[in-house]
Nanobody, 114 residues
């Protein structure tokens, strides 16, 4: 299973960015897909995730600003990030859980300037 992320980049505070990730490989069902982020000097932490059945959960820091969505047919997950803040600056990682195993995409950098 391979995860390919796209999107990210630089934006000013208050702006928006969108991240997308597609899973490819052998036939599988993705139990959940989501996004984690790692800021400089900090551990990787959950941003948002969505289960196969569409149940979502978000970190408190992004609730009301970020929206996660997925397309089960296309094995894709997207993260719409609105109202960006400088503290959202981090490397964002796509994650998929398959058969209880975690798979990770390459990180994509999001930089938010004040």
């Amino acid at each position: 299973v391979q995860l390919q992320a796209s999107g990210g980049g630089s934006e000013q505070a208050g702006g928006s960015l969108r991240l997308s990730c597609v899973a490819s490989g052998r036939s599988f069902r993705l139990d959940s897909m989501g996004w984690y982020r790692q800021a400089p000097g900090k551990s990787r932490a959950l941003v948002a995730r969505v289960t196969f059945d569409g149940v979502t959960n978000y970190s408190d820091s992004v609730k009301g600003r970020f929206t996660i969505s997925r397309d089960n047919d296309k094995n894709t997950v997207s993260l719409q990030m609105n109202g960006l803040k400088p503290e959202d600056t981090a490397v964002y990682f796509c994650n998929a859980v398959i058969w209880g195993l975690n798979f990770w995409g390459q990180g994509t950098l999001v930089t938010v300037s004040s």
